[in-house]
Antibody, heavy 120, light 108 residues
Framework: EVQLVESGGGLVQPGGSLRLSCAASGFSFSNYAMSWVRQAPGKGLEWVSTISGSGANTNYADSVKGRFTVSRDNSKNTLYLQMNSLRVEDAAVYHC?????????????WGQGTLVTVSS | DIQMTQSPSSLSASVGDRVTITCRASQSISTYLNWYQQKPGKAPKLLIYTTSTLQSGVPSRFSGSGSGTDFTLTISSLQPEDFATYYCQQTYSTPPYTFGQGTKLEIK
């Protein structure tokens, strides 16, 4: 059974940093691209970042480019999102999502998410 | 960036009803359109990919159609477990792969 479990969320002041983690199990982690998708309270879904299975390729939404860094440790089956220079508008539930065999960006499994609150 | 617009934003319907949700892209996306279902407090679930292919385990009452800029998700006979929010997502060309704003399907 595929499982994705996020952690690392919390309350941070504007300008601060957080590192999110996503522990994956139930599939061959290194064979799949992984992504972060966020959802502000009461709002819709926003793609944030994607990393290839090997970790060699990454891309980011313009809204986070230069501030967020996605990475993965395939030996630990874990995905990360380092978030720096956080803004109030970054507050959201952050889901990790697994790319499918159809495509990197067709997300066939999602985690429940971890809540990031940015407030002074 | 490609903008995705869903209509309606919310919809009230009864068990057994046939329901259609529309998703329109700001430019042609061929058939690179996916649909997700999300229940309150839960992770999104992939329902349909590349416009009309049902994800494994998704009931056949769900169907998708369209091409170019206009797409539909149809639920042929609403079941109690179908009341949720539905999102379309385009995966055409290069990122960002944008989502629609969502359609909340509520019980009448």
């Amino acid at each position: 059974e595929v499982q994705l479990v996020e952690s690392g969320g919390g309350l941070v002041q504007p300008g601060g940093s957080l590192r999110l983690s996503c522990a994956a199990s139930g599939f061959s982690f290194s064979n799949y691209a992984m992504s972060w998708v966020r959802q502000a309270p009461g709002k819709g879904l926003e793609w944030v970042s994607t990393i290839s299975g090997s970790g060699a390729n990454t891309n980011y939404a313009d809204s986070v480019k230069g501030r967020f860094t996605v990475s993965r440790d395939n030996s630990k089956n874990t995905l990360y999102l380092q978030m720096n220079s956080l803004r109030v508008e970054d507050a959201a539930v952050y889901h990790c999502a697994k790319g499918s065999s159809i495509g990197w960006y067709v997300f066939n499994y999602w985690g429940q998410g971890t809540l990031v609150t940015v407030s002074s | 960036d490609i903008q995705m617009t869903q209509s309606p934003s919310s919809l009230s319907a009864s068990v057994g009803d046939r329901v259609t949700i529309t998703c329109r892209a700001s430019q042609s996306i061929s058939t690179y359109l996916n649909w997700y279902q999300q229940k309150p407090g839960k992770a999104p679930k992939l329902l349909i990919y590349t416009t009309s292919t049902l994800q494994s385990g998704v009931p056949s009452r769900f169907s998708g159609s369209g091409s170019g800029t206009d797409f539909t998700l149809t639920i042929s006979s609403l079941q109690p477990e179908d009341f949720a929010t539905y999102y379309c997502q385009q995966t055409y060309s290069t990122p960002p792969y944008t989502f629609g704003q969502g359609t909340k399907l509520e019980i009448k």
